[in-house]
């Protein structure tokens, strides 16, 4: 089954305006048949023939070869009569070509050197097409209407006014538009300008305002196409007249990360599946690299949408944050948990907890439910093992407990016994008491052996001697917090057993992952982490959505699949409680006190955009299981 059968027709690519009309109108019809390469070879110097053949190669799809043809003909003679019609073309080679700019240098050229043209509403058009495609809807309409002020009824006018009512229909949030009244005062362009307004405010909610511009229209400037457009418009229920909430979405669907990006949309798709509303999601892959995520969002910047959701690394979701916020734009980070993300602007979320609030979470649960008072820290010497570390320890120093020692290990180092043995040296002089019962034990050890044993006078040495012989525990850690990356977790956990340390593991996010917890059982059981999403695999509605999910996708839902799903429900439920505007999701999830997702919570309320819940889970016995904060 096709990923997006459940959302085949929300999830969109970018629309652009009608096929090029004017080249079939404004422009000579020939034969459809390609030239030979020798016939490109033979072509006379004749500027009639040099542009024929040129307008074959547009409609075989030889742009480029069409272009320097072009280019050659401009810039022998500055006065052939066909030169209008080949600026017109340049502009239209140049769009297919992706030069946006070129495009509206000729076409402007053409309206410069000959305003009288015949093909001077296509070259209007051209720029209307370009602007559409640059996200300048405005600016677009505005050519649109001067070639229905130019030539009001005629065809490529009434081609004008199709294409510009569906750019205001598809969605279009301007004030903008209201400022084209200015130019305008009698005539059909008039009409249809406020044809327009009207159903821009029926868009945004406000019929009344709707009405009110339909009765400004003037009955005696009117084609009957536009009186049945304006027929249906109050006809039509003004809820179905809504604008669908645009949402712009950015994931690695190529690259190293596809699976991730795949799993997180399958999830959304399923919500949307589940709670159809209207919404139009606009899908850009970030191909897994930072500099395609900001060529992505630059696209969806240019298209109205009302918010974005993506990326799901820590960078590139940060690089697309500070884009949004510059033009303040509501952004919803699904899964990083770097922290400062949501400082980045003032509407900028976090919809996973940042390293800070978990760090404080795990520190407090293990302070007031566990009722642990020492701690030791191992981990990695980078920026998310420093700012979990950081919350950590800070929240265990508020709270009244003792760091007794922490250690750092550069990440892909595998020996940790210098780490571990200067853990063990601190916790021996951490507690006089536990000096004394390492020693003890040591002496109870010599005599069941028989051999004799001088007497201890607990100096440096017998804390070195303690520190050296592992088989003597360490009893003065309640808590060891040890957020190791997966990857070290294999080589880290038989160290940490081998230190001979005997507390209670912490651990971070990176820790979810079943089999590699079961292959450390031994060493690990008890242990208390924390993340963001999870759900039980024997929970009632986890089940339901996972056999939905297969059904939907034939494929098993990954870690990323329940964010996906929970953050788009969370949207929805927004949207049906009247919230369509970027603004008002805002305004709703800054609000939020508490929703329950499948994965976990979500709450904002208090919390500078980022989520306050922190999912903590136990490891034991071989089974993942949530904790009760």
Request: net charge neutral; aromatic share 8%; with cysteine.
């Amino acid at each position: 089954m096709s990923l997006f059968a459940p959302v085949r027709s929300l999830i969109r690519q970018i629309e652009t305006l009608s096929a090029p009309f004017f080249v079939a109108v404004c422009l000579f019809t020939l034969s459809q048949a390609p030239l030979s390469a020798q016939g490109y070879a033979q072509t006379s110097g004749d500027p009639k023939a040099i542009f024929e053949q040129s307008l074959i190669l547009y409609r075989n799809g030889d742009y480029d070869q069409a272009r320097t043809l072009l280019n050659n003909l401009v810039n022998r003679s500055m006065h052939h009569p066909h030169l209008s019609k080949t600026y017109l073309l340049l502009s239209a080679v140049h769009e297919k070509l992706g030069d946006l700019t070129q495009a509206q240098h000729f076409a402007r050229q053409l309206l410069k050197n000959f305003p009288s043209s015949q093909y001077a509403e296509a070259a209007l058009f051209a720029l209307a097409r370009c602007y559409y495609a640059e996200g300048k809807n405005i600016e677009a309409i505005s050519y649109l209407l001067s070639i229905i002020d130019r030539r009001p009824g005629s065809r490529l006018g009434e081609v004008a006014m199709v294409s510009g009512s569906k750019i205001v229909s598809d969605g279009l949030y301007d004030k903008g538009l209201e400022s084209l009244l200015a130019e305008r005062t009698t005539g059909l362009g008039k009409n249809i300008l406020l044809f327009w307004l009207a159903r821009q405010s029926y868009g945004i909610g406000q019929p009344a305002d709707g009405s009110l511009w339909l009765q400004k229209m003037q009955p005696t400037a009117m084609i009957p196409k536009l009186q049945l457009m304006m027929q249906e418009l109050k006809t039509r229920p003004a809820t179905s007249l809504r604008y669908p909430v645009r949402i712009g979405l950015i994931l690695p669907l190529s690259g190293v990360e596809t699976e991730n990006g795949m799993d997180f949309l399958r999830g959304l798709a399923l919500a949307v599946d589940e709670q159809p509303q209207q919404v139009e999601i606009f899908l850009m892959d970030s191909g897994s690299q930072i500099k395609q995520s900001i060529r992505m969002m630059q696209r969806l910047l240019r298209m109205d949408v009302s918010l974005v959701i993506g990326e799901l690394a820590g960078d590139r979701t940060s690089a697309l944050a500070a884009m949004a916020s510059e033009r303040n734009l509501l952004y919803l980070a699904p899964v990083a948990s770097d922290n400062g993300i949501s400082e980045l602007g003032p509407r900028v979320f976090q919809m996973s907890s940042d390293l800070e609030t978990r760090g404080i979470a795990l520190a407090s649960y293990a302070y007031h439910k566990l009722g642990l008072r020492s701690f030791a820290c191992l981990a990695p010497a980078d920026e998310y093992g420093q700012a979990l570390c950081d919350a950590f320890t800070a929240t265990v120093d508020r709270l009244g407990g003792t760091m007794v020692a922490q250690q750092w290990y550069y990440p892909g180092a595998q020996d940790l016994s210098r780490q571990f043995a200067a853990i063990r040296e601190s916790a021996l002089h951490f507690s006089p008491r536990d000096t004394l019962t390492a020693a003890m034990d040591q002496d109870a050890r010599a005599q069941a052996s028989g051999i004799n044993q001088p007497d201890y006078n607990y100096s440096r040495t017998v804390h070195s001697t303690a520190v050296q012989d592992r088989e003597l525990s360490i009893r003065s850690i309640d808590g060891f917090f040890m957020p190791v990356y997966a990857e070290d977790l294999s080589f880290a956990a038989p160290q940490y057993a081998l230190a001979n340390i005997q507390a209670v593991p912490l651990g971070g996010d990176d820790w979810l992952h079943n089999d590699l917890l079961r292959n450390q059982r031994r060493y690990l059981n008890g242990a208390i982490f924390c993340t963001s999403s999870f759900a039980t695999a024997t929970r009632v509605e986890y089940i339901h959505f996972r056999n939905r999910f297969r059904t939907q996708t034939a494929a098993s839902p990954g870690t990323l699949a329940l964010p996906g799903y929970d953050i788009m429900r969370l949207l929805l439920q927004a949207i049906r409680a009247g919230n369509r505007s970027g603004l008002e999701i805002t305004s709703y999830l800054t609000q939020l006190k508490k929703y329950t997702g499948l994965g976990g919570n979500y709450s904002f309320a208090g919390h500078q955009r980022i989520n306050a819940d922190v999912v903590l889970l136990q490891f034991k016995d071989g089974v993942i299981m949530p904790l009760e904060p």
